[in-house]
């Protein structure tokens, strides 16, 4: 059984910032793409950050130049460091990933999330 768990969010004032940490676990024989999502109150799930194996990356646009997502192949971690946070940053944060495990085929996993706000 693979599963991914977030850790790190936490309230934070504008302008702070934030480091959140996924790990996958379980019986896994690759991991593909490593992405985060986030959803904010009344909004839809949106990507913010993916990373491929080889390490290229992808931004959404509000976020790039503020955030960097980074991860360790050795562990089956990814990590995402949130600079310069905005009010508007405020969401649930979900780690997602591609893994090849014991069905041999690939398929998407999700963490259950955690909670990242914004506030003064």
């Known amino acids: 059984q693979v599963q991914l768990v977030e850790s790190g969010g936490d309230l934070v004032q504008p302008g702070g910032s934030l480091r959140l940490s996924c790990a996958a676990s379980g019986t896994i024989f690759s991991i593909s793409t490593m992405a985060w999502y986030r959803r904010a109150p009344g909004k839809e799930r949106e990507m913010v950050a993916s990373?491929?194996?080889?390490?290229?990356?992808n931004y959404a646009d509000s976020v790039e130049g503020r955030f960097t997502i980074s991860r360790d192949n050795t562990k089956n971690t990814v990590c995402l460091q949130m600079n310069s946070l905005k009010p508007e940053d405020t969401a649930v944060y979900y780690c997602?990933?591609?893994?090849?495990?014991?069905?041999?085929?690939?398929?998407?996993?999700w963490g259950l999330g955690t909670q990242v706000t914004v506030s003064s």
């Open positions: 997602n990933a591609v893994i090849l495990s014991v069905t041999y085929q690939w398929s998407n996993y």
């Open positions: 990373i491929a194996f080889g390490g290229s990356t």
